[in-house]
């Protein structure tokens, strides 16, 4: 499908791989090539797996993007949230599975999912924003406050603090860890689970668990806007 993204259906699932670079940079390009690769595995009627390269899933935005202006800044920044929210009411589960890092954006798809693997090992899972002086943006501040611990949400958003996989199931970022070599297996061991239930129930359910959350994001979309710009 892209170059940047991936994609590989076998038996009703769909892996994503996402491809751009060593940090796998979260760039206009990589959002656009992730809503093709979405659309297509809702026609494909396909669970989502979401994977990056070994030893990392993202290391958020394209910092040469959001450094190059504040009209392209506030573009991606709205394309990402977009993204995140579209993630959040997609009508297939959608697993993560990471196999490193995921760093600020790259976090934010670990909260935009319904199950979340990770490996174990020395790997980064946060929110470091504030620590590279960016000041969190409402809908990553309403995302984080709906899927972390409430323990780990001021922690986590004002102090930046980096988690590892195993602090990070307790955080909310993860769901379980593995080992590297067990998360391909694994993560499709969640995907032939979730085929498994009902979809069209899977659907509606998701919709009324995270109404106050996607409506939350659409007024947090709109005042990023207005605040960035």
């Known amino acids: 499908?892209?170059?940047?993204?991936?994609?590989h259906l076998e038996d009703g699932i769909a892996t994503l791989t996402l491809n751009n670079g060593k940090v796998n940079a979260i760039s206009p390009d990589v959002i656009a090539a992730f809503n093709a690769a979405l659309d297509?595995?809702?026609?494909?009627?396909?669970?989502?797996?979401i994977t990056g390269q070994p030893g990392i899933l993202s290391g958020g935005y394209d910092l040469k993007v959001m450094t190059s202006g504040p009209k392209e800044a506030v573009s991606l920044v709205t394309a990402g949230s977009t993204l995140a929210r579209r993630m959040l009411a997609h009508p297939f589960p959608i697993i993560v599975a990471c196999p490193g890092h995921a760093v600020a954006k790259?976090?934010?798809l670990l909260l935009s999912a319904d199950y979340r693997i990770g490996v174990e090992g020395p790997f980064s899972i946060g929110l470091n924003e504030v620590q590279i002086g960016m000041t969190m943006h409402h809908a990553g501040i309403e995302l984080a406050r709906d899927r972390l611990r409430h323990?780990?949400?001021?922690?986590?958003v004002i102090n930046a603090e980096m988690f590892d996989p195993a602090s990070a199931v307790d955080a909310g970022f993860l769901d379980?860890?593995?080992?590297?070599?067990?998360l391909q297996d694994a993560a499709l061991a969640a995907a032939r689970q979730l085929k498994?239930?009902?979809?069209?129930a899977h659907k509606h359910t998701k919709l009324k668990v995270r109404k106050a959350?996607?409506?939350?994001?659409?007024?947090?979309?709109?005042?990023?806007?207005?605040h960035l710009a």
């Open 151 to 156: 323990s780990a949400f001021h922690r986590s």
């Open 1 to 7: 499908m892209s170059e940047l993204i991936t994609y």
């Open 196 to 200: 498994k239930i009902n979809m069209n």
């Open 106 to 108: 790259g976090a934010f």
């Open 213 to 226: 959350l996607l409506d939350a994001l659409d007024d947090a979309i709109i005042r990023d806007q207005e």
């Open 176 to 182: 379980k860890v593995v080992t590297i070599e067990q």
């Open 40 to 49: 297509q595995a809702v026609q494909d009627r396909a669970v989502v797996i």
